[in-house]
C-alpha cells in the first residue's frame, strides 16, 4: 500500500544528529576563530551527505538535519519581527536535572517581514534527488507556553488577544512563503499541546497565573489561521511529543485530553505521535482520528537511546495501534529528533542511521512499500 503524497510509510522527524566536522566549525564559529561564510559552507557540504544519506537507505523524504540551528525551535521563531532570544535566571527544567540555558520573549509587535529559514528550504530542495524535500518549523505556541504572559510586552500587547492574534497571522504568512518557495511538505513541531495532557505541566502554568481553560482551543485557532495560508498541494503535518533534549524529556500523559480537538479540529493533513514509551499513554485515543482522512505516524522508535528495536516489537504495537485505526492510516517513524538541539541525544550516528534503517524495512514488511 505506497502513499503518493507524505507523509510516507517510513519517515522521520527531521533533525539529525550533527557530525563532527559540523560540530568543530560550529565551535569555531561560536569562538570568533571561524567566518560565518565558511561555517556556511560546511552546512552545505553536510546537509547534502546526510540528504544523499537519507535517499541511500531509501526514505521518500528527506530534511537537512535541521543543521543550520543551534534549537529546532528558538531559531526559526526569533526571526519573527518583535521575538528575540534571551538567556533568563530561571532556566528551563528538563528531566535528569538538564536546564535548557536560552528562552524567548515578546519585545513588539509581532510579525513575518523577513525571509525565516527560506535559503533552508531552497538549499535542501536543490539537492535532493529521489526524496521529497520536508521543512520543519516549531509551532507558533512555543512563542507562548513557557513564558507566558511575563515574558510579552505589555506595551505592545496589552492583551494577549491581539498577541495570538499577530502570531497566528505571522505563521500563515510563513507557511505561503514556504508554499511560494515550492514546499509541499512542511511539518509543525507542536510539543506544548502534548505537554497540556500532563497535570503536572497544568498546574505549573496555573501557579505561575496563566489561563488555562480555553489554551487548546487557542493554540488550535492559531494553528488552522496557520495552515489557511497554504497552497494547494501542500501536505502539513504536526509532530507532537513531551520534550526531547540530550536524550531527557519533560512531560507524561497520554493524548486522551486533547485528542478529539487535536484530530477533528486542527486541520492538519497527518501527525507524528510519539509512542516510544508508556509516558505517552495508549493507542486508543487513535479512535477519535477521522476514517480515511488523516495518517497517523506512528512513533514507536525511540531517539533517546542507541538501543535498536525488534521487527516483531514494532509489528506488535503497530497492530495494537490498527486496532483504533486502519493500517492504511498509519506509518512508522522514531518518536522525535535525533537532535532538538545541536548537542544531540545520546546515541552515535551509526546508531542513528539504524534506526532509520529498521522504519525502512520495517514498513516495507508491514505495508509492502516505503
Given amino acids: 500500500m505506497p502513499t503518493d503524497t507524505p507523509p510516507f510509510r517510513a519517515d522521520h522527524v527531521g533533525s539529525l544528529l550533527r557530525p ?56 526559526f521563531v526569533a526571526g519573527l519581527d518583535g521575538v528575540e532570544i534571551y538567556e533568563p535566571e530561571q532556566k528551563i527544567q528538563f528531566k535528569g536535572n538538564v536546564r535548557l540555558n536560552h528562552a524567548l520573549r515578546v519585545t513588539g509587535p509581532i510579525a513575518w517581514s523577513k525571509p525565516v529559514m527560506l535559503d533552508h528550504y531552497a538549499y535542501l530542495a536543490s539537492h535532493v534527488r529521489s526524496a521529497v524535500p520536508k521543512q520543519t518549523i516549531p509551532s507558533p505556541s512555543v512563542v507562548h507556553f513557557r513564558g507566558g504572559r511575563q515574558a510579552i510586552d505589555r506595551t505592545a500587547y496589552p492583551t494577549l488577544d491581539g498577541f495570538f492574534g499577530d502570531l497566528g497571522e505571522a505563521y500563515h504568512k510563513a507557511v505561503g512563503a514556504f508554499g511560494a518557495a515550492g514546499c509541499r511538505y512542511l511539518q509543525i513541531d507542536e510539543v506544548n499541546i502534548a505537554y497540556l495532557c500532563d497535570p503536572e505541566q497544568i498546574a505549573a502554568l496555573k501557579a505561575r497565573g496563566e489561563h488555562v481553560d480555553n489554551l487548546l482551543g487557542i493554540y488550535a485557532a492559531m494553528l488552522n489561521r496557520a495552515f489557511e495560508g497554504k497552497p494547494p498541494g501542500m501536505t502539513i ?46 493507542f486508543e485515543p487513535l479512535r477519535f482520528v477521522p476514517r480515511g482522512k488523516k495518517i497517523v505516524v506512528l512513533g514507536l522508535v525511540t531517539t533517546k537511546s542507541g538501543v535498536l528495536e525488534t521487527k516483531d516489537e514494532l509489528k506488535r504495537r503497530i497492530d495494537e495501534a490498527a486496532k483504533y485505526l486502519p493500517l492504511e492510516q498509519l506509518a512508522l517513524s522514531p518518536q522525535c529528533g535525533f ?13 542513528q542511521w539504524a534506526k532509520l534503517r529498521l522504519c525502512v524495512d520495517v514498513a516495507r514488511e508491514v505495508w509492502g512499500a516505503v
Fill in 20 to 75: 563532527l566536522p559540523l560540530q568543530q566549525a560550529r565551535a569555531a564559529w561560536k569562538a570568533g576563530t571561524l567566518s560565518h561564510e565558511v561555517l556556511r559552507q560546511v552546512e552545505d557540504r553536510c546537509i547534502a551527505e546526510a540528504i544523499a544519506k537519507q535517499e541511500d537507505l531509501g526514505l521518500r523524504a528527506a530534511t537537512d538535519g535541521e543543521y543550520r540551528r543551534a534549537y529546532w525551535h528558538y531559531d
Fill in 237 to 282: 503535518s504536526m509532530h507532537l511529543c513531551r520534550g526531547n533534549f540530550r536524550s531527557t524529556w519533560v512531560a507524561s500523559g497520554g493524548y486522551e485530553p486533547v485528542a478529539e480537538v487535536l484530530f477533528n479540529q486542527i486541520d492538519a493533513d497527518a501527525y507524528f505521535m510519539e509512542y516510544d514509551t508508556d509516558r505517552a499513554g495508549g
Fill in 339 to 351: 537532535a532538538s538541539t545541536e548537542e544531540g541525544n545520546t546515541l552515535t550516528e551509526a546508531e
